[in-house]
């Protein structure tokens, strides 16, 4: 039983959220400011979820690497009529300690909406003029740190302006509830309710 128990936690981990083909332009009708001359990078996250902490922490790696030379965004993506402050968990915290990065509230989910993005701790990286450069996360697997192949993709295309990878899979809890399975609700402790 415990190594059934093992190897469906180990399946459960390695298993990508729901994904979409990305918007290949910057939403017009998208809220995040850009900055003209930079490339914009937008991180979706959920702010009550355990898989993203690893996705925050590469992200901070990220932003170590890149510093002055993107427009960054850390956005916690919050249900309608949820209580004030609700976003604001040690994910929140974490992501405000990255130097250079802008944190926002998406109210009722629009902007996720907009950019199609489903699965806590998706990355889109922007070129200068809003084409879409990347999208996927940042992390090799659920909750895991260590080098990864979207962390190298995003710092290649911004540093030297290239790279052979242009999506990878998201790991993290799904955005949206409609998104949610009993499995992902037991295993990430994402909360539904208020």
């Known amino acids: 039983m415990v190594l059934f128990g093992l190897f469906c936690l180990a399946g459960y981990q390695n298993t990508a959220g729901r994904s979409e083909i990305t918007s290949t332009t910057w939403p017009v009708e998208s809220r995040i400011q850009r900055t003209p001359g930079m490339s914009t990078l937008v991180m979706m996250v959920h702010p009550h979820c355990p898989c993203s902490r690893a996705s925050i922490g590469e992200f901070a790696i990220l932003m170590a690497k890149v510093q002055g030379v993107v427009n960054a965004n850390v956005v916690f993506v919050k249900p309608a009529d949820f209580p004030e402050a609700w976003e604001k968990t040690d994910l929140w915290t974490s992501a405000t300690m990255i130097p250079g990065v802008k944190v926002?509230?998406?109210?009722?989910?629009?902007?996720?909406?907009?950019?199609?993005?489903?699965?806590?701790?998706?990355?889109?990286?922007?070129?200068?003029?809003?084409?879409?450069?990347?999208?996927?996360?940042?992390?090799?697997?659920?909750?895991h740190f260590g080098d990864n192949a979207g962390l190298s993709a995003v710092v290649s295309l911004l540093i030297q302006g290239n790279s052979q990878t242009k999506e990878t899979s998201v790991f993290g809890c799904p955005l949206f509830e409609e998104d949610r399975t009993g499995k992902e609700e037991e295993l990430c402790h994402v909360p539904h309710g208020k």
Do not use: K
């Open 104 to 143: 926002g509230v998406d109210d009722g989910g629009s902007e996720a909406r907009r950019f199609r993005s489903h699965t806590s701790g998706q990355i889109l990286l922007y070129s200068v003029n809003g084409q879409l450069l990347f999208s996927g996360g940042i992390t090799a697997g659920r909750a």
